[in-house]
């Protein structure tokens, strides 16, 4: 006999009977697991959303943000050929560094040059004031022959009273008085003229000119050493040859100021509307996954990204489309970070409203 007992059957009842009981509790499974879904789904959907909705406000983040340095393009003072380089990309340089010199030869001798102006300059000085010192001297003998010459006329007026000289000899000591006139004015004359032409030492016009050249020579062979302006990295230094010409004005070399990195992250229109100076932020650097730097608001640019390009948009035509623009915002580490902040990385920076965050 088999262990397993089986209940008697009733009558007119098959063998499918009890297989058909048993199947009718599955439908009531797969009705609870619907019933289950229906409800827990749109659950996690609202409270979902109503995370998002209470937390998506206090914060705003762009990926349209970039590492920024200060960069400057050094470009020589004076022209010539360059003689000295001393530097090379990826250099590190201290203010005053020499970075490469220009030859100097043409402009020591351009100093020279005004050095031996300045020296004509003041001999020719001294020879005024010579020349305005013995100007004195002849007013001072003018004037002794006017007064022997008036002497004389009056001998000669006297005399021709009584009879005892001609009218001629008296008006030749007349002639004589009026020449020594002349002569004095002319004398007083040279030394008005001799004395306007020196002044002091220090007010003399060609003095001052010719030591103005000489200052400018001076300075300009000073520029032939070319100097690092400020701290920072060499780039853009592969063209920066010995024999090349250096021209005023045209960038030899680029000076990148490392640290002073700062992020400019373009948030769009509608976001910069609750930013302010101070306000925290973070920035995520592609460059370095899973760091996250502290940072804040230094400032929100004065017109969109449109208006500082070359050819801002003009939408007088009437074929006007909306497009949302966007404002470049300037953030700051809190701290120099540990990390190189190459100018130009890719970052994301976040700007928060709620400091709770």
Do not use: C
């Not at 058909?20 to 979902?48: H, N, S």
């Not at 920066?240 to 045209?250: F, N, P, R, T």
């Not at 973070?282 to 004065?302: C, L, M, N, T, W």
């Not at 074929?319 to 470049?328: E, F, I, L």
Request: positive net charge; aromatic residues 6%; hydrophobic residues 40%.
């Amino acid at each position: 006999m088999n262990k397993m007992q089986t209940e008697p059957m009733a009558p007119g009842e098959t063998a499918e009977a009890p297989r058909k009981r048993r199947r009718i509790k599955v439908p009531e499974r797969k009705d609870a697991m619907r019933t289950f879904l229906m409800l827990i789904v749109p659950a996690l959907l609202i409270l979902g959303g109503g995370y998002y909705w209470l937390t998506s406000g206090g914060s705003v983040s762009t990926d349209d943000a970039q590492v920024k340095q200060d960069i400057v393009s050094v470009s020589p003072q004076v022209n010539g050929q360059v003689v000295e380089v001393f530097v090379r990309n990826g250099a590190r340089v201290k203010r005053g560094d020499i970075l490469f010199r220009i030859d100097p030869q043409p402009y020591r001798v351009a100093l020279e040059q005004a050095e031996a102006q300045l020296a004509a300059a003041r001999l020719q000085t001294r020879v005024l004031r010579t020349t305005a010192a013995g100007t004195g001297g002849d007013i001072t003998g003018a004037q002794a022959n006017l007064a022997i010459k008036r002497n004389a006329l009056s001998r000669q007026q006297a005399l021709l009273k009584q009879g005892f000289t001609t009218k001629a000899d008296y008006e030749d000591a007349l002639n004589e008085v009026r020449s020594a006139e002349t002569q004095l004015a002319d004398a007083q004359a040279r030394a008005a003229n001799a004395s306007a032409a020196v002044a002091s030492e220090g007010q003399q016009p060609q003095i001052a000119q010719a030591q103005a050249a000489v200052d400018k020579a001076q300075l300009d062979l000073q520029r032939t050493d070319v100097r690092a302006t400020m701290d920072g990295v060499i780039e853009n230094a592969d063209k920066l040859q010995v024999g090349q010409m250096a021209v005023i004005g045209v960038g030899m070399v680029s000076l990148v100021h490392s640290t002073t990195a700062w992020v400019e992250a373009n948030f769009k229109e509608k976001d910069v509307g609750r930013m302010v100076h101070g306000q925290r932020a973070s920035i995520e650097v592609d460059a370095y996954p899973g760091r996250k730097f502290a940072a804040h608001v230094q400032s929100v640019g004065a017109g969109t990204g449109g208006e500082f390009s070359l050819l801002p948009a003009q939408n007088a035509n009437g074929n006007w489309v909306k497009v949302t623009q966007r404002v470049p915002v300037r953030i700051v580490f809190n701290e120099t970070p540990a990390q190189p902040m190459i100018a130009g990385l890719s970052t994301v920076a976040t700007v928060y409203f709620d400091d709770r965050k």
